[in-house]
């Protein structure tokens, strides 16, 4: 994953928070706050982890998807868009020459100058194709999860002022398709069919278009473009020439024209904004004065380990997936949930399991995540009391010691001596844990905890 898609997905995961209200994060916080780094750093761990939780990365794999498809229409536009022109500017016969410029080069111009001038009044300009662009992504990736991501791209983006480079880069190399594809059409044309060129006026002058052709065929010149002398240009006002070198030389100015104030400028601009794209891009980065960001400094580099459970447990528990990779864990561990004195704990253990006490304190409960975030074991054990209800807290709790441990079995204590489990209660536990994947036993697991089997 690429600087910029972790920057993208951290600031739509903000923009989520600040519609939908915080995320559950403590596990998210503590893999940021394990694996270390400076506060962006752990912004962008916490991040990465609560997008890859909830869908935000395939939100994000989806909406690139839709905008490679979104630029692949409006490539496949352009190139049909510039035939047109081509074709509407050789459609009469005999071709009018500043009419045909002004369908090549018309539009082109009229909105090339509104670019420039919203760049320079404005400071920020996105252009409409830019837009089109990113409407037409969000619309093809089709994932409710990607909804905050075109915005966040977008705020990301603007504290840069880069939306008009990377908008601009979109833009210019649109038209650039789009008039080099009116090009070769052009040239197509011009090499299969006989044309004729004249000019027509009725209330300017010969001197005028005199004067006007050959300032514009000046630049195209210097490229090795033929431009028509002062007696082609006079005789053309009257009707078609039907000299071959006079066919050739308007065909050449028109070509040059096209080249050099529509072709040429887009290809310039496209590489100016790329490289304006280029540096910015690499100043690019959070802004931490954010309020959102602003809270995050204590849970991810805290002054002091504040430890405890202070949200509620989700609705939903997700499946247990062990987290630790095979070789990365050690030893085994037995802990009871919530445990009453009624019951001598713990049991006799060998020497090679290790007792982690009875979590009954959010102090406890965080001290051997802590714990188990550094050191997994390979086997953990968890007894649990079946007189209680399996509150979501509880399962929550579960289902995260199971992430740390590289294999986890639950034991479902037996009634104290003259006391009975209620069967209803004792099923509640059977399907809560059956939900989780979670192996469960009535009696102790000891020695698949000292062993690995049974």
Not at 46 to 58: K, T, V
Not at 127 to 152: I, N, T
Not at 327 to 340: I, K, P, Q, R
Request: net charge neutral; aromatic share 8%; with cysteine.
């Amino acid at each position: 994953m690429t600087a910029l898609e972790k920057l993208w997905l951290t600031e739509a995961v903000r923009l989520r928070e600040e519609h939908a209200g915080p995320l559950e994060d403590l596990e998210a916080n503590r893999r940021a706050r394990n694996l270390g780094g400076d506060l962006t750093t752990r912004i962008e761990n916490r991040a990465l982890w609560l997008a890859e939780r909830d869908g935000l990365l395939a939100g994000l794999t989806h909406w690139k998807q839709g905008a490679r498809l979104a630029l692949m229409v409006l490539l496949a536009l352009a190139v049909f868009s510039g035939a047109g022109l081509a074709f509407a500017a050789l459609g009469n016969q005999p071709v009018n020459v500043f009419w045909a410029l002004g369908s090549l080069l018309g539009l082109n111009l009229l909105l090339l100058l509104g670019w420039a001038l919203g760049l320079l009044m404005a400071g920020e300009h996105a252009a409409s194709l830019g837009r089109l662009w990113l409407w037409l992504s969000e619309k093809l990736a089709r994932d409710a999860q990607a909804a905050h991501l075109a915005p966040a791209m977008v705020l990301l983006l603007q504290r840069q002022r880069l939306n008009r480079w990377l908008l601009g880069t979109l833009v210019h190399l649109l038209w650039l398709l789009a008039l080099s594809s009116a090009l070769v059409v052009l040239l197509m044309l011009l090499a299969t069919r006989r044309y004729g060129f004249v000019w027509e006026t009725t209330i300017l002058g010969a001197d005028t278009f005199v004067h006007l052709t050959q300032a514009l065929g000046a630049l195209p010149a210097l490229l090795g473009f033929s431009v028509p002398d002062e007696s082609m240009i006079r005789a053309s006002g009257d009707s078609a020439l039907a000299v071959e070198n006079a066919r050739q030389a308007w065909a050449a100015w028109l070509v040059g024209v096209l080249v050099v104030y529509g072709i040429l400028p887009r290809l310039l601009l496209a590489a100016f904004c790329f490289w304006r794209w280029q540096r910015g891009r690499a100043r690019l980065g959070l802004d931490l004065k954010l309020p959102s960001y602003s809270q995050l400094r204590e849970p991810l580099m805290p002054s002091s380990e504040r430890l405890g459970v202070n949200d509620e447990a989700p609705e939903q528990l997700h499946q247990v997936t062990s987290t630790v990779a095979q070789g990365e864990s050690a030893g085994a561990l037995l802990v009871g949930l919530e445990l009453d004195d009624q019951r001598p704990w713990p049991p006799q253990l060998p020497d090679s399991v290790m007792n982690a006490g009875v979590l009954d304190s959010r102090e406890s409960r965080h001290k051997l995540l802590e714990q188990m975030t550094r050191f997994p074991p390979a086997r953990l054990v968890v007894a649990c009391d079946p007189r209680r209800s399996p509150d979501r807290g509880s399962l929550a709790l579960l289902a995260e010691l199971a992430r740390y441990a590289g294999a986890t079995r639950i034991w479902l204590l037996q009634a104290p001596v003259g006391q009975a489990l209620d069967a209803e209660r004792l099923g509640d536990w059977h399907d809560a844990l059956q939900k989780l994947e979670l192996t469960f036993a009535d009696t102790a697991p000891l020695t698949w905890l000292e062993s690995g089997h049974d």
